[in-house]
């Protein structure tokens, strides 16, 4: 489908994924099964009972594990000949960033759960001439179909996507890759919960995952 040369640059490339729950996980999956040959994760979290129905690494035999140690054994009974290093720490932007970018990456991928996360990642991706790809809101949705690719400053619906459009243009950061979802998000029972199911999060991973190759080869397709 990419062609050699295609497949030869995806195994020399570097991807970090930042985040691998319900979104970042199948992201991860998607570029191992596409023959990226590093990949960096980062999350700091372990299995919860509450991850299983929607988590790729989340079973009743993996709870209490550490999400990063199980995708990286996952990506090497992929791909063996894969490097994965992982890096169990939140990113937040007021840590030190060189921890986290611990090589040259060649793509980011954004998963992280909190706003002031994905904002200060993107500042430090344009900081240091990194093309991101990052994910709006997942929760509170029941429409896979509904996902879209663009540019921020073109989504529309999604209240996560709003507030990054503010801040991202006081910050002068002119532009930036994201999947988003055009569905309103619903209410899920008590009004601060945010709910989630297995075929949403686990589409917007997978289209992350695609994006992040797209920017890696596009010139080659």
Known sequence: MLGARAMERLRGSTVAVFGVGGVG?????ALARCGIGRLVLIDHDVVDV???NRQLHATTRTVGQSKTALMRSRVLEINPSARVDVIDEFYLPTVDADRFFIARYDCVVDAIDTISGKIGLAVECDRRGITPVSSMGAGNKLDPTAFRAGD???TSVDPIAKVMRKKLKEL?????????S???PRRAGAEKIIGSVSFVPSVAGL???GEAVKILVSDLL
């Open 25 to 29: 996980s199948y992201a991860v999956e």
């Open 50 to 52: 509450t991850n299983i």
């Open 152 to 154: 921020i400053f073109e």
């Open 172 to 180: 002068g950061i002119k532009r930036l890759r994201v999947v988003y």
């Open 182 to 184: 055009t569905e309103p």
């Open 207 to 209: 289209i992350l995952a």
